[in-house]
């Protein structure tokens, strides 16, 4: 029965994951390491992969910042709506990206009220950069939330009713005694919005026009270039893809323990 | 440092947390707020601190309305009763933190955190998280933490709740201590009739929402003010009909004029203690009007008290007493005790003011020869 079960495990496990990123890193090699310095040089992918980071670094930004506001919203204030503002937080998660990526044009695009009257302005949301932020930073929304809210409610706000009476600001408080106290969370929910981030690809497809050299980020360089029969390109730009989730997920498992260890 | 509660009422939704509390408490002296769990004396700690709001009535700290000031220029030191350490920040880091945010020089905090550190004597620790203190130290450290703003109150809310009863029993003693030697106004709240009356100056009963009484722990013990107070204060039991200490019975073995008669029905032994459920003759079976007698284990067994045996009972000269009726010895109101009466009922005829008792809180009682008016909703009739 152990045996089975292992066995089951190992086959369910390779078939799905360890198999195809293993024949990912095999085709990768296959044209030798000049093959993999000509598809890393080559403009589109260096372009893609500045794009994703451009955008990765705005989404963490952003959801850091939002994310720790909105969660001490929602833990420690109370007012109306809040039931209805959660499950909001965590529509993002549960539609798929691509429906995000409508639901923005639907708002931003150079014919609507809103993407007109910010294209008079001088911005260009869809079809460029500030559109592909957006809808990554609106598919990663609800990551640092779902990691901060836990470990607030946990701590309870005793010691940072204990700074007030000390003498201490809000911002005093709030960067002395609430911060670290839900650090490790923060930590924890930023690697997974980079890792959610770097890999966004269905509502940037829609927003971003998919333009070649201007809006195609990382992941929409490997689609376009295995459709246009050239894989080496499309292989070893996933095999940086995949070295860099990889990254992240052993970021967040060296963080893992520590943070067991804090609540212990 | 005094303080001046004046009018101060505070409601969670329905629930009417305090009710009209005016009260002042001395400069320099510990004053404690005694009453059971729920009767509003936490509540009444944070608005003096300004960690809640009072919904009316005002506080003013040495003449100057504080009201409108938020807690953290108040400067009041505040001790909770889960300690609320942070977490983060070593034994020396948390004495600091209210120099530290006040932006004073290093070696300034350095050596205020050191000189607390030993008055609380935790000066071993200073670089330990907190998490590897023991509770009682946490609780000293978080003392330090709140002298150290140099606070010209003092707010401790059930500061010992937390802890085993040795070390509450330490730390009480070391708290009077350190009082005597610092001096800063002090108010602390309690449910532990014990702690109050060993380490306070000045004792402050509230029960559901009021003041029942004020006073020197020593004339609140004497002299309860009503049944209330009495029960909370120490164990009471019923004798004729009056609210008396079980150890401020007289027990004899012979018949004595004017003695209630009665059978042990129980003794039990409690350290050097020895408690007598004595049953008066013709009382019910159920034991609820058994009188209960503390005496000395010593005591007792020279007198040679067994169960079954026929005692007298008298109370001691000269001790504290309250008409019984309304109240059971537990301090709370006993409806069977007599027939609940409506508000402003007259009740004519042969009664006198001894036949009438209140519930504490909501029943006063005009007394004019022949005559008794009841207000309140609360009045029996003994």
Known sequence: MKWALRIFVILYVGLLVIWPVYLVGQRTFEGGWSGIVTALTSPEVLHGLRLTLVATFWSVLFNLVFGVGISLLLVRKEFRGKGVLSVLLDLPMSVSPVVVGLALMLVYAPDTVVGRFLYGAGYQIIFATPGIVLATTFVALPLVIREVVPVLQEIGDDQEVAAQSLGATPWQSFWRVTLPGIKWAVIYGVVLTLARSLGEFGAVKVVSGNVSLQTQTATLVVQDTYQNFQPETAYTLSLVLIILAIACITVVSILRPRKARKAA | ?????????????????????????????????????????????????????????????????????????????????????????????????????????????????????????????????????????????????????????????????????????????????????????????????????????????????????????????????????????????????????????????????????????????????????????????????????????????????????????????????LPAAGVSASGRPAPVLGSPRREGEDVAGSLTSKDVAGSLTDCRCDYAPGSVRLHGSGCWLA
């Open chain 2, 1 to 321: 440092m005094s303080i001046d509660i004046r009018g101060v009422n505070k409601s969670f939704g329905d629930f009417a947390a305090l009710t009209d509390i005016n009260l002042a408490i001395p400069s320099g002296k510990i004053t404690a707020l005694l009453g059971p769990s729920g009767g509003g004396k936490t509540t009444l700690l944070r608005i003096v601190a300004g960690l809640e709001n009072a919904d009316s009535g005002t506080v003013s700290i040495e003449g100057a309305d504080t009201t409108n000031v938020p807690a953290r220029k108040r400067n009041i030191g505040f001790v909770f009763q889960h300690y609320a350490v942070f977490k983060h920040l070593t034994v020396a880091g948390n004495v600091g933190f209210g120099l530290s945010i006040r932006h004073r020089p290093k070696d300034e905090i350095a050596a205020k955190v050191n000189e607390l550190l030993e008055l609380v004597h935790l000066e071993q620790f200073a670089d330990r998280l907190p998490s590897q203190l023991s509770g009682g130290q946490r609780q000293r450290m978080a003392l330090a933490r709140a002298l150290a703003i140099q606070p010209a109150l003092l707010l401790l809310d059930e500061p010992f709740g937390a802890l085993d009863a040795k070390v509450r029993k330490e730390l009480r003693e070391w708290l009077r201590e350190l009082h005597d030697k610092m001096h800063v106004t002090t108010v602390f709240v309690t449910h532990d009739q014990e702690e109050a009356l060993e380490v306070a100056d000045n004792v402050v009963v509230i029960n559901s929402g009021t003041v029942e009484q004020v006073g020197p722990p020593a004339t609140l013990y004497d002299e309860p003010a009503s049944p209330f107070v009495m029960g909370f204060l120490g164990e009471v039991t019923t004798l004729g009909g009056q609210l008396i200490r079980p150890h401020d019975i007289v027990i004899h073995t012979d018949p004595r004029p004017g003695a209630l008669a009665g059978t042990i029905v129980r003794a039990q032994r409690v350290g050097f203690e020895a408690r007598l459920h004595v049953r008066p003759e013709g009382a019910a079976a159920d034991g609820s009007s058994d009188v209960l007698v503390n005496l000395t284990r010593t005591f007792a067994r020279s007198l040679g008290l067994h169960e079954g045996e026929q005692v007298w009972l008298e109370p001691e000269d000269g001790a504290t007493t």
